[in-house]
């Protein structure tokens, strides 16, 4: 590594991935079915230390021991064994509804107390320990708080408490979505017992239809309330829970329905009481909220959205092996993603006029618009096309904010740039480099640092060309210009979501 990675970058990026797409000779599907390999970037007194490992789940233990996939991932179903009763399975299946998922864990990192998870969107977490990426041991959410489903997207306060949002189907009670919260001193000082031991919860919101509840990759949260957007990307609860029968995989158990409406439910994260508002808007996909917060009685939120919800299915295998032309030309029909805000009046009252825009801030030209029945429509502002992967200096999540970070996309499942949007001004700034692949772009503040933008961007880089080997790039998160990069003398893969461990103070 080169010296001139700044000396007071001291910790650790944990990142999580898919990085094993076959065992034996059987294949999966779509890149998000792959099996999750770990791996982080240690900043010591400028030097960059690598190191990765795939993540022992019972998933990836049981298709290696039996030479081939043999565990169903999101978009590869395998079929019982024939040796084994097809029929008895399916029944227990069907008895408890909902399958039993894959522990394949791959989506990002997530924290609890002390404790660090491999995490995806199901029932099941890895613990990982964050320096030797050794596997510590499957959790079960469902041991600590009646869920199915939870997103591998929490929200952190300044206190260290974690925030996060699940799905309970069936058989736990009322269908519902559930907001919990892990307190910041939950794990036992040998960390022998898990943090969720002392999950709570927040509060619920009721699905709007039993059968169909929304699919949500994350949520928004801002000082006083959490942003839930209910859209009408749903899951298929019977089709899910008989999708052995039909031998579908639980991808096509998503269904976007764009006719209906998306409805933002508001809740008090102090009292757990939603805001009786109903609001709505266009029906819409959104997977990442970039960020939510409080203004002059207003919420405000961005997400980024798509007009369908065909962004999975480029996924699939198949069309990643495509040249990038070719790609282009077969999905000039996916729609791009948008990042868009929308704001909430949160004083509604029933005097207030029927038709008339509640959005009394200048400098956005979203609506809400008091309907007759009182509920009240929504009407985004578009801030920028083209971006994915969003993040921001974390220490101005829930706070009013001005810039954002994320991946390019101009049409190819691998994104080759980063930028950095300037809400204020509506501009942006780029980082590229020819056959390059940047990940995920993650902002790490300086020292002491008061101004939003005063810190560097990391980035894993990585190439097709084999003369460009992988490197850590340090950005200055100002103006985008390299500081320095790091080259890592191993294959690095491209991967998804990751988390920034700052060193131990001392260190
Ligand atoms: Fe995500």
New binding site residues.
């Given amino acids: 590594s080169r010296s001139s990675i700044p000396s007071w970058l001291q910790g650790t990026l944990l990142r999580n991935g898919p990085g094993l797409f076959s065992v034996g000779s059987s294949e999966y599907n779509h890149w998000f079915d792959g099996m999750s390999l770990i791996h982080s970037f240690t900043f010591t007194d400028g030097e960059v230390t690598y190191r990765s490992k795939f993540l022992k789940s019972d998933t990836y233990k049981r298709n290696t021991q039996a030479d081939r996939i043999v565990v169903s991932e999101f978009g590869t179903m395998i079929y019982p064994d024939p040796c084994k009763n097809i029929f008895s399975r399916a029944f227990t299946h069907l008895c408890n509804v909902i399958p039993d998922f894959t522990d394949n864990n791959l989506?990002?990192i997530i924290r609890y107390g002390q404790d660090y998870y491999a995490s995806s969107e199901v029932n099941y977490m890895n613990q990982i320990d964050p320096t030797t990426l050794e596997t510590v041991g499957r959790i079960n959410y469902r041991n600590h708080i009646a869920l199915n489903l939870a997103t591998?997207?929490p929200h952190y306060d300044s206190e260290g408490n974690t925030y996060n949002m699940g799905t309970a189907i069936m058989g736990l009670g009322r269908p519902k979505y559930v907001i919990f919260k892990v307190p910041a001193d939950a794990s036992d000082k040998e960390q022998k017992k898990p943090a969720l031991r002392k999950v709570q919860q927040v509060c619920s919101i009721p699905f709007r239809s039993t059968l169909f509840p929304s699919y949500y990759?994350?949520f928004g949260m801002t000082d006083n309330y959490i942003v839930f957007v209910e859209q009408p990307f749903k899951l298929d609860i019977v089709r899910l829970a008989t999708a052995y029968f039909r031998g579908v995989n639980w991808g096509s158990c998503l269904k976007f329905d764009k006719d209906d409406i998306t409805l933002f439910h508001v809740v008090n994260r102090k009292t757990g009481k939603a805001v009786s508002t109903r609001f709505y808007g266009d029906a819409l996909v959104v997977?990442?909220h970039i960020n939510a917060y409080e203004d002059d009685g207003h919420l405000v939120f961005d997400l980024i959205t798509y007009k369908d919800s065909h962004l999975y299915d480029m996924f699939y295998i198949q069309n990643m092996r495509q040249e990038t032309s070719k790609f282009t030309e077969s999905n000039k029909t996916f729609s791009p993603p948008i990042c868009k805000r929308f704001v909430l009046p949160l004083n509604v009252n029933k005097e207030s006029s029927k038709g008339s825009n509640l959005v009394t801030l200048t400098d956005t030209t979203a609506r809400a618009v008091m309907q007759d029945n009182g509920s009240v429509y929504c009407q985004p502002d578009t801030l920028f096309e083209g971006l994915e992967l969003p993040g921001i200096n974390y220490k101005f999540n829930t706070k009013k904010y001005r810039y954002f970070y994320g991946s390019r996309v101009e049409w190819s499942p691998h994104p080759n740039k980063i930028a950095k949007i300037d809400i204020v001004t509506r501009k942006h700034i780029e980082w590229r480099q020819d056959s390059c692949y940047p990940s995920e772009p993650v902002f790490v503040a300086s020292p002491g640092a008061v101004e939003e933008d005063d810190g560097v961007i990391l980035s894993s880089v990585i190439s097709p060309d084999p003369n460009i080997s992988p490197f850590m790039l340090v950005l200055d998160a100002k103006n985008f210009k390299e500081i320095a990069r790091a080259s890592i003398p191993a294959s690095v893969h491209m991967d998804?979501?990751g988390l920034f461990i700052p060193a131990a103070s001392g260190h």
């Fill in positions: 989506i990002n591998a997207h990759h994350s997977f990442h998804l979501h």
